[in-house]
């Protein structure tokens, strides 16, 4: 098993996701400055912020204004989350390069965070992919509880499929499969990742774990196993788990680049440079960071014998 | 792939590996206590203390107390952790099933760590051995730094092979490869495994790993790749890392067994009854615990929807 300068494909999504769980505002200005670091990383995609309604998330109230501000680096897809037409044309006026539309897979996830059956929010994003599909933006659509659902359990995998197909029928361009609460397990994700290739084989599909319960960095490995090449994950793990005060949520960017550069990967992106800027995130935040790797620093970093 | 049924050895060495590193001593009576809920838990081998000098490690200076008074049950392996002839003439009195001897791969670690060199440590040991053998106990050592050391970076895989070699050949049970600071990665790992496996087939091998940049699960899916059925683990992830103060100390027992159990192997660990045991650990050594499973539950602990 040689992975010696297989490309993979990694996607930051701190200044969405983990910004987005922040009670304290960061400051646009910040939001640049950090948005511009990673700009200048390696990254092959950059989930910049949210066009929901400022009432709805006021954490990223300054949508329009953080799009507009950041330097853009023609290498990476600037992305955005949209709710619906309104936030769509919104992201459209910014010229983002792709939208991410969201839905989850089970019905009582989705009732709850969206507040519409899935019929609806089907009915919704299909609206605002018609409104999207001839403006050259790209459409990616992240599929919440795709590995279990804290309020239902277990998912029919089949449902997974169904959503899948439906969207890649309207034409997007990706999927991203979300453990979103950090449920996945690794056999599993192996079967859910082959089943839902061999079935899509024209969808570019993303991973995106959580850490809740440690195993983020397995489920990787059983993702990568399936052949799955693509992958978000959040600046020093940032974005909490609302059903798991205190425990870890997205997987740590700079903790998955570490793994993989060290197996041999290409992932483009220097772990050190990345360290550098998480170790901005705790005053930017105010808090401590899940981030094992920027405690630990990275495994090439040597200590003196005692004397 | 199908694990189903597959037996997997789980082995808790919290007692030792985690109580030694406590500041605060933990009092006799709760390590009894503790350890009595362990045997009842279904691991198969329980480290259990160090019967090393008082003065060198006081955390522990109660060993042949713990050792008489813990009650053992007949499907648990008790070892314990010895350094010399002496700590091994106590362990014996004391009637346990196992010693485990320590010394480490790299020669900076092992003086760093045990004061010795190399060559030193090997004959300090073999007279353990030597002791020990025809007692009808079992022996088992560990090497420590088999992925990397802190100290002097990357380890050379033949100087971990001929270690195995030497103690094989001494007639030893059981071999422990220690990722003792938390540098192996998955496909060394895999690599190191599949090896050691095939020029020391008579050998049992146990993979010991610390969570400290986040991989231990990670690096336990490609362990079991390579075919290792036996895992040491540290309950709540106690146990620290001297060289990253804060980040987490060995694989964290109750995540372990969460994933493995979810993958279908058999470990024969309840993990409810394991997280119950977890949740006692902050008040027994006063401070919060790695664990991101006891703060988040097992993935079948659902949430109601909100209002």
Do not use: W
């Not at 659902?149 to 029928?169: H, K, T, W």
């Not at 397995?218 to 059903?243: K, Q």
Request: glycine residues 8%; hydrophobic residues 40%.
């Amino acid at each position: 098993m040689d992975n010696t300068g297989k490309k993979l494909y990694i996607q930051e999504v701190a200044p969405r996701d983990g910004f987005q769980n922040e009670r304290q505002f960061i400051d646009t200005e910040d939001k640049i400055a950090f948005i511009d670091k990673l700009s200048a990383s390696g990254f092959a995609k950059i989930e910049v912020t949210s066009f929901t309604s400022p009432k709805a998330i006021p954490a990223l109230r300054d949508a329009e204004m953080v799009m507009h501000r950041i330097q853009r680096n023609p290498d990476v897809v600037y992305t955005v989350l949209v709710p619906n037409v309104r936030g769509a044309q919104r992201a459209m006026e910014c010229k983002v390069d792709e939208v991410n539309l969201v839905m989850s897979v089970s019905e009582t996830h989705n009732r709850a965070n969206l507040r519409m059956t899935r019929e609806q929010s089907l009915e919704q994003l299909a609206e605002v992919i018609a409104v999207v599909r001839d403006s050259g933006i790209a459409i990616n659509v992240s599929l919440s509880t795709v590995f279990g659902c804290p309020m239902q359990g277990d998912i029919n995998a089949f449902d997974v499929y169904e959503l899948v197909g439906r969207f890649a029928s309207l034409g997007v361009e990706g999927i991203t499969l979300c453990d979103t609460t950090g449920m996945a397990y690794p056999s599993q994700v192996r079967r859910i990742c082959a089943e839902t290739r061999r079935l899509f084989p024209g969808v570019g599909l993303t991973l995106h774990f959580h850490n809740t319960r440690g195993m983020a960095l397995a489920n990787t490995m059983a993702a990568l196993e399936a052949g799955i090449d693509r992958f978000d994950a959040s600046l020093g793990g940032l974005g909490g788990c609302p059903y798991a005060p205190g425990a870890s949520g997205n997987a740590c960017t700079e903790e998955l680049v570490h793994m993989l550069n060290l197996m041999g990967y290409d992932t483009g992106i220097d772990v050190e440079r990345l360290l550098e800027i998480s170790a901005t995130l705790p005053a930017l935040v105010g808090h401590d960071i899940p981030s094992q790797l920027l405690k630990a620093g990275t495994r090439s970093r040597l200590h003196p014998p005692p004397a």
